[in-house]
């Protein structure tokens, strides 16, 4: 190795990684997905030069980010085959930050500020030091040699701006969250290999490397793990982690794992005991000779194991793609083993504000606690950019349509942005959370369209619905378009509001419909047979929130939702039968006062409901046309 030049990091930086090394609370685990983000934008930037240069694709063709853990040396290793650093690259990439985003971050933090932060200010290298005592980066340039200048401080006093950072933008200070050290070993095209190394206590060293382990081309991370960060060291976490936050980068994520199988092998001392056995034993079973000519020994091997899935399909535009994979990406989103009913993707661009892409799904029945309030509602997951960021934002999507799946990607927020930076970023949670609404009400229209789908989908999810009518006042009317019911002239079949509205009787105002437990027990109600008599329909309402929801939406395309019990109902009568039942009511008002007297202690009002049909033809006064109303 050649002589290493060392450097001091700025006073804001030294502050910075001060910071995370003593945050105990932190979401250590982002310095993963960090470092893994910063390997795909190398992998991404040797893409598009090799797109009018393949020879720059020579010295190493395939592309790759490798996670390679040491339990021998506590180290966790991070490789891919991007584009390297050349030596100006590595000092400026890893010296220089934007002293503004870096000190506003530091502000921040000392302020009290969630360490979860990090990606939002353009630190995330050094987020390797949450799992890591030492970071050593090792880089190799064609044009250049491998050591330190005083460049880094040059461009920091100048005031450096982020966009210069090469392949190290936001991922490299997580580095500190998880390591004491941190060697980072790289190489590029245009010169020659080098090593950078920092613990993180002022100052970082550069030097050429002359270690002979060639890269190729690429870069190695490696962290040199605390202490108590050593479960990154192991297999299952690894894999878990990479499922959870990377499972869209584009490059194949391969862990070193290790791989047990057994072997079987000639054993000479069975054999030789087995002929000195034959003179005596003739009837030793055949299979059982065999059994002692081998016998199985463990093997242990390592190998790399693809851990996510390439190429994503919410990257596509192939439609076809998307039929074959999205029952895929929702089983793993949901964890259902079921394909989903129903799927739609869009986009969304605000011109100067946001661009989000999104898939929903919706499942083909409801999960067993869709109303355990207990439970956490994270179905809705963000990804920002192509790596996974939270899923425990509730305000993403209103509760009552948490049954739906989705993902939404987009690149105009922070890599780790947490719940509470997105609920500071109002207009941006308003933007997501409105087209979220939109798309899923236009897909459950979409359903709609093939009974058989939507019958079943009602079956499951018809509160939800009502719930958002009881809550969603923007959507209020077009959810009520996908409501459901039975009624007087339906039969077997459900009806909707809109059909129920184009069989109204000419000269009715209003859409009746009546509550009960049941339907049978609501067919054969009292309160129905005047609105029978005239030919109106009536829908049956048989689950509890039906009259909260009706309570709330109070009328469907100008038409005026009426309880078929009300009192006092207007049923539109003609002249001759509003004169026959006025005189009707008076011939009772003497009868009625005479019975509220005599039932005075166990009755608070007795009435005529207009609603019930007077049966002249009855011998027995027509007390059923009375209403007894208990106090």
Known sequence: MADA??????????MLQSVIIDNSHSN?????????????????????????????LHAQPRFFICVAPDKTNNTLSIIDSG?????????????????????????????????????????????????????IVTTKHNDDEQFETKEFVKAL??????????????????????????????????????????????????????????????????????????????????KDLIKKHCESISYPISPWVE??????????????????????????????????????????????????????????KHEEIIKEECPALYKSLSNDCEEPLAVKRFSVSVEGRLEFKAILFVPRRAPFDLFDTRKKQNNIKLYVPHVFSMDNCEDLIPEYLGFVTGIVISEDLPLNISREMLQQQDEILKVIRKNLVKNCIELFFEIAANKEDYNKFYESFSKNLKFGIHEDSQYRIKIAALLRYHSTKSGDEMTSLKDYVTRMKEGQNDIYYITCASKKAVENSPFLEKLKKKGYEVLFMVDAIDEYAVGQLKQFQGKKLVSATTEGLDLDENEDEKEGSEAFMETLENLFKGIKDFLAAKVEKVMVQAGLSIHEDSGDGDAGNADAEGS
Do not use: C
């Not at 470092?35 to 190398?42: C, E, G, K, L, Y």
């Not at 006093?157 to 941190?182: C, P």
């Not at 002692?292 to 190998?303: A, G, L, M, N, R």
């Open 83 to 135: 584009i390297g650093m050349t030596k100006a690259d590595l000092v400026n990439n890893l010296g220089i930050h934007s002293r503004f985003e870096t000190k506003e971050f530091v502000k921040a933090l000392v302020a009290g500020a969630d360490i979860s932060r990090i990606g939002q200010f353009g630190v995330g290298f050094y987020s390797a030091y949450l799992v890591a005592e030492k970071v």
């Open 259 to 316: 791989k047990t199988t057994e072997k079987e092998i000639s054993d000479d001392e069975d054999v030789e005991e087995k002929k000195d056995d034959e003179r005596n034993v003739e009837e030793v079973d055949e299979d059982k000779e065999k059994e002692k000519k081998k016998k199985k020994i463990k093997e242990v091997s390592h190998e790399w194991s693809l851990v996510n899935k390439q190429n994503p399909i919410w990257t596509t």
């Open 5 to 14: 030049e060392k450097f001091d990091f700025p006073d804001e930086i030294n």
């Open 157 to 238: 006093v100048a005031g450096a701006d982020i966009s210069t950072i090469g392949q190290f933008g936001v991922g490299f200070y997580s580095a500190y969250l998880v390591a004491e050290k941190v060697i980072v070993t790289t190489k590029h095209n245009d010169d020659e290999q080098y090593v950078w190394e920092s613990q993180a206590h002022g100052s970082f060293t550069v030097t050429r490397d002359t270690s002979g382990q060639n890269l190729g081309r690429g870069t190695k991370i490696t962290l040199f793990l605390k202490e108590d960060q050593l479960e990154y060291l192991e297999e299952r976490r690894l």
């Open 28 to 56: 250590k685990e982002i310095f993963l997905p960090e470092i893994i983000n910063i390997a795909s934008n190398a992998l991404d930037k040797i893409v598009f030069e090799s797109v009018t240069d393949k020879s720059k």
